[in-house]
């Protein structure tokens, strides 16, 4: 699939894709911004998709009333709603690849945007030739070079009036920073695209570096991760350390620094919220997990064999005590009599005060003691899920059992339960 706006190097772009085999859908999103000039590229893009035999889909979207909705700028509000109607487009039709008229001179403005910004080594290394499902096949090309290839084929093309006011930063950067810049420092263009060829070779190493070092740091934990404090400690520059390890679970450079200090200064117990994850700054670890809907729930759990769906994978068994049942021992699994259950039994989160009187021992024990005991962390005894008979607690799901209803010879029919793993 090909975005096309009309513009020159959309169009130019199109053509080189044709040239070259691609038959590529043609995808125009009409802004609204521009009144009949808005209009009339879109006509113009779907006579283009016909011209080359092409399968042209138009969205009409308005711009002006989104970024006024989301107190976002015009630039931002069109481009969040041209790609999320990429996406829902590729999605739809099973596009593999979305193809974006970007080139050298774009990738030069996007530069010095992220400068002004404050970006690190990603803002600053600019475009990707590729990401994920997007290409930019012409970001090799100049715009003069885009140009003088559209003359030489006769190609017609829109052009965009806002393109020659100042009214944006990019318009400002290509009317007045590059041309300055090349006036007083000659061939600083050719300059500029080479050094962005490096930074982007620097990032994509950086990034490989960046990868090994998570499998060092990053454990497996429940439905999360945990990065040992051990494993930071000595490291140059943690801080920066940190935000690497953690961008990608949302949080950002500021709440990264905060938990760099939580830990220089010990403070146990802090949780950061990057809206889809949680991270909690234990004793020895950073635990990481993703924010949860299933807190408050309770979920019914039938006497009967089964495999059933709930926050943690179950499998339920009903098996004859006779001579080839075998008891395993092992944390993932309990058993229990059968016929001394109350059903339904109920699959829930721990509360204060509940109590439980775990097998091989005497007597009861509040489950907040068993977690310190057992040293659990908070989003540990956030996560334990507890397995209940009437008023009884009858597992810890994952870790101990109580010494209630367990198996005797008068058993007849054993109830197992196998935690297989979460969700």
Known sequence: MAAVSGGVDSVVMLDLLVQSGFKPAVAHCNFHLRGDESDGDEAFVRQLAKKYGLPVFVHQCHAAGFAKEHHISIEMAARDLRYAWFEKLMNEHHFQKLAIGHNRDDDAETFFINLFRSSGLHGLKGIPVERNHIIRPILFASRDEILQYANNQKLNFREDSTNATDDYLR???RHHLIPFMEDHFPGSRDGLAGSLEKLKENDALFELLLKEKKEQIFESSGNGYRIPKKMLRGFPKTNILLYYLLRDFGFNRSQTDQINTSINNNQNGQIFNSGTYRLLSDRDCLFI???????SKTWPVELKSAEIKTPVNLQIRLLP????????????IAYFDADKLTEPLVLRKWKKGDRFE????????????????????RFEKENTWLLVSGNTILWVVGHRATRHFSITPQTRTVFMVHLKSGL
């Not at 005590?321 to 993932?332: E, R, S, Y």
Request: proline share 5%; net charge positive; charged share 30%.
């Open 321 to 332: 005590n006779d001579m080839n049942f075998v008891l395993k021992k092992a944390k993932n």
């Open 171 to 173: 318009n400002r950067i």
């Open 358 to 377: 775990p097998f091989g021992m005497r007597g009861s024990k509040l489950l907040s003691d068993f977690f310190i005991d057992e040293k659990f962390s």
């Open 289 to 295: 997990e993703p924010v949860s809907t299933n807190q």
